[in-house]
């Protein structure tokens, strides 16, 4: 098929799938100090949620590029919703057992299902049209990613949060049958959405069964079965690079935004989760500004742009006071909305028959959402400083300004300019 032809009902379709597993990921930052309470956990135990993620697109990257050179994309989408929705119901014996370690293995079976489905759609766009308009056809779609992270926040804190949430003092004051009938009921408060978004994503599941999309071939002759050759392009080596410390920025400042509120700003765990849902807001309105600014500044310029920004907020994240630090985290949301997208297509751009490969390397290097957030919720246990644990953010976004320079400097990435 013709890569400048246009596919408008696989391109909505595949993006739907974009608004999905943002929201799974955006409930992350209502789960994490939800079970940081219930089981009185420390920075550390908690960031464990976000291990138990992102670990799973380490495992399952290269088996699911794998699959798709085998299958075609739309048997590894078919297979990633699958998981996905697997592993959104095992929440139910999960609560049931009131075992934190069961909550960590079923978000590790819904991750195993999102790197599937990242690893296939996010090349699947790429490919699906016009090459010239690749990054901003991604970053569009990236967008109802940024809108899921508005929304998931205000759902996830409704239906999930304690409105007044008891301290781990008070949890260890009460009788043992008060205490267990409390941690219970914590647990239980999980099940719901999460049930009802299994549900949701097997009805997806159906429709892209029974719905034809159109199967992309790029040019195999150029490939190769050892996925790793796909780094003798220099840009998918600088893309698995920026991408690893890209994720393990957006998780610390996502993730842990609820905790930093509380523990930091001063803010009440009831009020945190709007915080979230406006950090979430300012991702969504960040990827579509950031993708109409494509339109005239080169993406790779943007993204440059858009890292300084995010390491200068970063800075007055760690040395600000009271809630203002909360308006740097969201002015950070806002910054970093194009990065993942433009470091995606960049790495994938040019690399002919190896880009399946490609994609399974970038979706791999998403681990750092697993190694990056422990390290800061060790340095903060370590150092009694939530605060000066954020270094660890400013490093990662000095990594994603690196490979902007770097990338311009090389100018030999002629597909992911915009239009100037």
């Not at 097997?202 to 992309?216: Q, R």
């Not at 740097?328 to 028959?353: Q, R, W």
């Amino acid at each position: 098929m013709e890569r400048n032809k246009k596919y408008p009902f696989a391109i909505i379709l595949i993006t739907s799938l974009f608004f999905f597993w943002g929201f799974i990921h955006n409930l992350d930052p209502i789960l994490i100090p939800h079970l940081r309470n219930a089981f009185s956990l420390t920075h550390f135990q908690a960031s464990l949620v976000d291990s138990a993620v992102f670990i799973a697109y380490f495992l399952l990257a290269i088996p699911a590029g794998s699959l798709m050179k085998r299958f075609g994309y739309k048997v590894g989408i078919v297979v990633g919703l699958l998981l996905f929705a697997l592993g959104c119901f095992l929440f139910v014996p999960a609560a049931n057992m009131v075992d934190y370690t069961y909550f960590l293995g079923a978000l590790f079976v819904v991750s195993c299902g999102l790197a599937i489905l990242e690893t296939a759609a996010n090349p699947y766009i790429t490919v699906l049209g016009d090459p010239s308009k690749a990054t901003e056809r991604l970053n569009f779609a990236q967008s109802f990613n940024g809108l899921a992270a508005f929304v998931a926040p205000i759902i996830g804190g409704k239906y999930i949060l304690t409105e007044q949430p008891k301290s781990a003092q008070e949890i260890t004051l009460l009788p043992e049958k008060a205490r267990e009938a409390y941690i219970q009921a914590e647990a239980a408060a999980v099940m719901g959405p999460y049930l009802i978004l299994g549900v949701i994503i097997l009805v997806v599941t159906l429709l892209f069964i029974f719905v034809k999309l159109p199967e992309i071939h790029e040019n195999e002759i150029n490939g190769s079965n050892n996925v790793f050759r796909a780094f003798k392009h220099k840009n998918v080596s600088w893309a698995v690079l920026a991408q690893f410390f890209y994720i393990g920025a957006q998780v610390c400042v996502l993730s842990f935004l609820v905790m930093f509120a509380t523990d930091v700003s001063g803010v009440s765990g009831s009020d945190a989760k709007y915080f979230a849902g406006v950090a979430g807001l300012a991702f969504m309105l960040g990827r579509f500004i950031g993708t109409f600014f494509m339109r005239f500044i080169p993406p790779l310029q943007l993204l440059l742009i858009y890292a300084f920004c995010a390491m200068l907020l970063t800075l007055y994240v760690i040395y600000g006071h009271g809630v203002s630090t909360l308006y740097a985290m969201i002015g950070i949301a806002f910054f970093m909305s194009i990065m993942f997208p433009t470091i995606f297509a960049v790495g994938v751009s040019n690399v002919g028959g190896d880009t399946k490969s490609a994609s399974s390397l970038i979706i791999m290097s998403i681990v750092g959402g697993a190694a990056i957030p422990p390290l800061l919720g060790l340095l903060s246990d370590s150092i009694g400083s939530f605060q000066l644990a954020y270094y660890v953010v400013f490093v990662c976004f000095a990594v994603v300004a690196l490979f902007a320079w770097n990338n311009i400097a090389n100018d030999h990435l002629p597909e992911v300019r915009g239009k100037h």
